[in-house]
């Protein structure tokens, strides 16, 4: 459940920082976190209000968080590794003022539990067993990073993100899987039974960055949605987009597959905030900042 709190009562208790005497006499800047604590693989929202605000930045989690303009402020995403572990963490807010001024605030984020399951043991057919390789992996991994590290400030959604299908689940996000070379694997995504041929849609609108196959994730779409946030529709069998095309809320982008790193016909569907791959079903639900 989340719970919203003001970081207001905690700059009370944080006197002896200079900068945090001139938010109290400002009493202008208020720092929002909308949650009691975060799971891993999950976000939260941060919000920033108050006069002559130009934006900010989190730190956090060895990665800087940058705000966005929202109404009546700034929000920002704070995302958080599946593989981050379960303890406090600090966090720093800095907030950058019309007048040059940059003032901060420290504070922690508890990570709790992503509660990740065990997934019954996968066989790969021996034609596909290549695709476990660690170069394979690492490769596809580098490639799919600098994609999702690419943070474009203007936003192309409105309102949540949406399912890509209605199809039912099969597979949760961060689940441990082992498979039939003996090496384990963390799930990436979520996966949907579909069978090859079944309409697949973009979860919110954005511009298509990447449509072509790869070794593991297979003929795949990765849309930029803007303010850092990337949804990517792997295995797929057809694409009916192109890099650079924007794309709208529901818009079929292509059809479901078979292709690279997968044993049976399925939508894998991932979504990465900030370069931090995060559970999608935990974000269509995520309020977000208007
Ligand atoms: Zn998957």
Redesign the pocket.
């Known amino acids: 459940m989340i719970r919203k709190f003001l970081v207001a009562f905690a700059l009370a208790a944080a006197l002896s920082f200079g900068a945090l005497l001139h938010i109290r006499a400002q009493n202008a800047i208020v720092i929002t976190l909308n949650f009691e604590f975060l799971r891993q693989g999950t976000a939260g929202v941060v919000s920033l209000s108050g006069a002559d605000l130009v934006g900010g930045v989190i730190s956090a989690f060895d990665r800087t968080y940058p705000f966005f303009p929202i109404t009546g402020g700034f929000a920002a995403l704070l995302a958080v590794p599946m593989e981050q572990r379960i303890r406090d963490y600090p966090i720093a807010v800095t907030v950058y003022r019309a007048n040059g001024e940059t003032l901060s605030w420290e504070g922690t984020v508890k990570v709790a539990s992503g509660e990740f399951i065990r997934e019954p043991a996968f066989v790969l057919p021996s034609e596909k067993l290549h695709l476990l390789d660690m170069a394979v992996q690492e490769s596809e991994d580098a490639r799919l990073n600098s994609i999702y590290s690419v943070v474009t400030p203007e936003r192309f959604w409105e309102g949540q993100f949406s399912l890509p299908t209605n199809a039912p689940t099969t597979?949760p996000f961060g689940s441990v899987r082992d498979f039939n070379d003996g090496s384990t694997r963390r799930?990436?995504?979520?996966?949907f039974r579909m069978a090859v041929g079944m309409p697949v849609k973009a979860s919110a609108s954005g511009r298509v960055v990447y449509a072509r196959p790869l070794d593991i994730h297979g003929t795949n779409v990765i849309i930029d949605h803007g303010w850092g946030i990337f949804s990517n529709y792997?295995h797929l069998s057809q694409i009916f987009v192109v890099p650079g095309q924007i794309v709208l809320q529901g818009e079929v982008i292509g059809l479901s597959g078979n292709t690279g790193r997968s044993t049976g016909p399925?939508l894998?569907w991932e979504i990465a905030v900030n370069g931090v791959l995060i559970n999608p079903m935990d974000f269509i639900r995520l309020k977000l900042p208007t």
């Open positions: 597979s799930h990436s995504g979520y996966d792997s399925h894998h």
